[in-house]
């Protein structure tokens, strides 16, 4: 079995700043690849940011410069600071992440943690 909670949303003003986590826990032997997605109502799920086992991260250009990604191997964690949000960053963030457990690779997603961008 394989959890993945993430937490940290909450509302912020326009110009504002959240960060937020997500935890892999339970029978885990490595994890891969942690992204961070995001779907606002109405629209597909898209990709934010993701950072690899070996730190390389990529972003979607509608975040480059403003979020960052970042992980922390001990804990299992994967983090997005996410800085000068804006009304259209408001959506439901959710962890994907690649997870060797019982020697097979799978993704798990969390149940993901809203994010609302209001004045």
């Known amino acids: 079995q394989v959890q993945v909670v993430e937490s940290g949303g909450g509302l912020v003003q326009p110009g504002g700043s959240l960060r937020l986590s997500c935890v892999t826990s339970?029978?885990?032997?490595?994890?891969?690849?942690m992204d961070w997605y995001r779907q606002a109502p109405g629209q597909e799920r898209e990709l934010v940011a993701t950072?690899?086992?070996?730190?390389?991260?990529n972003y979607a250009d509608s975040v480059k410069g403003r979020f960052t990604i970042s992980r922390d191997n001990a804990k299992n964690t994967v983090y997005l600071q996410m800085n000068s949000l804006k009304p259209e960053d408001a959506a439901i963030y959710y962890c994907?992440?690649?997870?060797?457990?019982?020697?097979?690779?799978?993704?798990?997603w969390g149940q993901g943690t809203q994010v609302t961008v209001s004045s």
């Open positions: 994907y992440v690649e997870v060797l457990s019982y020697r097979t690779w799978n993704r798990y």
């Open positions: 339970g029978r885990i032997s490595g994890i891969r690849a």
């Open positions: 950072i690899t086992s070996g730190g390389t991260t």
